[in-house]
């Protein structure tokens, strides 16, 4: 097919195609003339993920490159690929270049636990900056969701892993790590908001009356 | 206190702190001479939620002043507030300016349990987009997740809720509801990342040997 067709089949404009090829994270079609290619259904799937890192999930070029590198590598084990993908997605949080140690109240809930996690997770530092930003800001009480917080971590952390367990080959399994690695963030952040909107009503019941120039959705009759 | 002061009190730089002054979400100091304010100590508390705000959380100057309109108006009831939050946080997803509807899988959900929640909730439009993602991908058995993920934001919003009404005060609990709000979603994920590897490990045993040219930190022995 030409690039006009490759950019309506995968939903990525014809300049993003461009670009895409000329970083080198999309292959080259097959010259059929001087100033044309011809491209195929793998450039349709490999467009769909590119998609999905760059402009869904908000990976860097470079980042994406990564973890494609470990899609494409079949060697490679496929836990090390969940590394991969975990260790170039940015989280809501801009981390520091500065390394940081892994916090002492994490530390205690993982041995807790006895969950052996390596030193280089991403997480740790994730959940440093967060605990650390919490004191700054006079509020490490909060630090006490910990526990709770990882319970729930556990669980998603099983459905993730089941889903990643049930794909039907290799390849598909890795496009399933990185693909719900990356978006299943958003999906957890999404189900929170509801949720505490949830436990907000049980534990603050509503006003009788609301202000005239308050936004009237978000206290609106339920929408089923 | 001056402003050279105020800003090693708060940790916020002085070309920071100056256009936190023009843009009004920092009030002004008390004028003590032509070219010179004094500053207090609710300067450095509010510069600290700005810090956690902009600088941690990400959010924009304009989601930032209407965050902090909510933490103002000690007369906007709790639950408000934790909308306002709610809808200033960017998620890890770029959200597109058309309005999504909410998706069926998740709407069967949500009746299932007989929870009632606004149409304006924020989070049905991140769990639509990348609920539809999951789809054109050619990944909708990811959507299999979906009732796991919600028993875990059920207790992550508990605790985020137990946090928020321990808080001594009205103004307090108010700050605690946006500071956990922006910097949870990162908390989450961490743990998440923590948990993922966790499980990873227990499904797929490592292999035996590490190529040379492999970061060694992720397979290394546990940090404990």
Redesign the interface.
């Known amino acids: 097919m030409r690039m006009s067709e490759l950019s309506s089949r995968s939903?990525v404009a014809v300049p993003s195609i461009k670009f895409y090829l000329r970083e080198g994270i999309l292959p080259a079609g097959e010259r059929t003339s001087p100033n044309q290619s011809s491209y195929d259904e793998r450039h349709v799937?490999r467009l769909?993920?590119i998609?999905?890192l760059i402009?869904?999930?908000?990976l860097s070029i470079s980042s994406a490159k990564g973890v494609l590198a470990a899609v494409d590598d079949t060697e490679m084990?496929?836990?090390?690929a969940?590394?991969q993908a975990?260790r170039a997605?940015?989280?809501?949080?801009?981390l520091d270049e500065e390394s940081e140690e892994?916090p002492a109240a994490?530390?205690e809930e993982?041995?807790a636990r006895s969950?052996?996690?390596?030193?280089?997770?991403?997480?740790?530092?994730?959940?440093a900056?967060?605990?650390g930003?919490?004191e700054?800001?006079?509020?490490p009480?909060?630090a006490?969701?910990?526990p709770?917080?990882?319970?729930?971590?556990?669980?998603?952390?099983?459905?993730?892993?089941?889903?990643?367990?049930?794909s039907e080959d290799r390849a598909r399994m890795i496009?399933?790590v990185v693909?719900?690695?990356v978006?299943?963030?958003?999906?957890?952040?999404?189900?929170?908001?509801?949720?505490?909107?949830?436990?907000?009503?049980s534990?603050?019941p509503?006003?009788p009356h609301i202000d005239a120039d308050?936004?009237d959705?978000?206290?609106?009759?339920?929408?089923?």
């Open positions: 939903g799937a769909k993920i998609r999905a402009e869904v999930g908000g084990p496929i836990d090390w969940f590394g975990q997605i940015p989280g809501s949080l801009v892994s994490l530390n993982l041995a969950w052996a996690i390596s030193a280089g997770n991403p997480g740790r530092a994730m959940v900056r967060v605990l930003s919490y700054r800001l006079g509020h009480e909060l006490a969701v910990l709770a917080y990882l319970d729930a971590a556990e669980t998603v952390a099983r459905a993730d892993l089941a889903a990643v367990a049930a496009e399933t693909v719900g690695t978006l299943g963030d958003s999906l957890f952040a999404g189900l929170r908001r509801i949720a505490q909107e949830r436990e907000s009503r534990l603050f509503a006003p308050c936004d959705d978000a206290l609106e009759a339920p929408h089923e």
